[in-house]
């Protein structure tokens, strides 16, 4: 998590872009996330798997689901609702990696999640409620590319929200490299060490 917001902090060159893709097909790691919030020096992206995990529940699109995150020392309930993935191309993908060929066959997947602070004191710091933000393609998780979507249309920038307050919402986005012609996309979210909430979208 650390490592996570400092990168943010400090701007994201395309090598740390690289360093924190993994693309889809890799091993499994232990945890069943995707590294970004247990602190240790693994990539933050982490390995693929080839089944996604015990959903904590289905939701329709549009449907919201409620949760808490540590923020700071407090805990912030969320209504959350995943709102749409905007999918790119490979000409897309050439301007976030250093090594494009590693990334042959991936495109981004930009997913958007509106945030509504429900209760809990007010958020000071870069929020975390986005963390737990995964995109699966096809069952299989992609690769998250750290620091990606800040500039993207209709994204709030996390650095830029300031004394975050009961009834106001963010739309904070995650961006992730899939394979090319996915089928179906999934945006999963929930609290930390829970199952997700899954919405699921066609892909394109």
């Given at each position: 998590?650390?490592?996570?917001?400092?990168?943010?902090?400090f701007?994201?060159?395309a090598?740390?872009?690289?360093?924190?893709?993994?693309?889809?097909?890799?091993?499994?790691?232990?945890s069943?996330k995707?590294?970004?919030?247990?602190?240790?020096?693994?990539?933050e992206?982490?390995?693929?798997?080839?089944?996604?995990?015990?959903?904590?529940?289905?939701?329709?699109?549009?449907?919201?689901?409620?949760?808490?995150?540590?923020?700071?020392d407090?805990?912030?309930?969320?209504?959350v609702?995943?709102?749409?993935v905007?999918?790119?191309?490979e000409?897309?993908?050439?301007?976030?990696?250093?090594?494009?060929?590693?990334?042959k066959?991936?495109?981004?997947?930009?997913?958007?999640?509106k945030?509504?602070?429900?209760?809990?004191?007010?958020?000071?710091?870069t929020?975390?409620a986005?963390?737990?933000?995964?995109?699966?393609?096809?069952?299989?998780?992609?690769?998250?590319?750290?620091?990606?979507?800040?500039?993207?249309a209709?994204?709030?920038?996390?650095?830029?929200?300031?004394?975050?307050?009961?009834?106001?919402?963010?739309v904070l986005?995650?961006?992730?490299?899939?394979?090319?012609?996915?089928?179906?996309?999934?945006v999963h979210?929930?609290?930390?060490?829970?199952?997700?909430?899954?919405w699921?979208?066609a892909?394109?």
């Amino acid at each position: 998590m650390l490592y996570r917001k400092n990168v943010l902090r400090f701007g994201v060159p395309a090598a740390v872009l690289a360093l924190a893709l993994t693309a889809c097909g890799g091993g499994d790691d232990d945890s069943g996330k995707s590294g970004k919030s247990d602190g240790k020096s693994k990539p933050e992206a982490a390995a693929s798997k080839t089944a996604a995990p015990e959903a904590g529940g289905a939701l329709a699109a549009g449907e919201s689901a409620t949760g808490k995150v540590e923020e700071g020392d407090a805990k912030v309930t969320y209504d959350v609702v995943a709102q749409k993935v905007d999918v790119g191309t490979e000409a897309d993908t050439k301007k976030l990696v250093q090594d494009p060929k590693k990334a042959k066959g991936m495109v981004p997947a930009v997913a958007h999640l509106k945030f509504t602070h429900k209760a809990g004191a007010a958020v000071t710091e870069t929020p975390d409620a986005a963390d737990e933000t995964e995109i699966w393609a096809d069952g299989r998780r992609g690769g998250l590319v750290i620091g990606a979507s800040e500039d993207a249309a209709g994204c709030d920038d996390p650095l830029g929200i300031e004394g975050w307050k009961t009834g106001e919402s963010h739309v904070l986005c995650e961006t992730y490299l899939v394979p090319k012609g996915s089928k179906s996309l999934e945006v999963h979210w929930g609290e930390e060490d829970k199952d997700p909430y899954v919405w699921k979208f066609a892909g394109k």
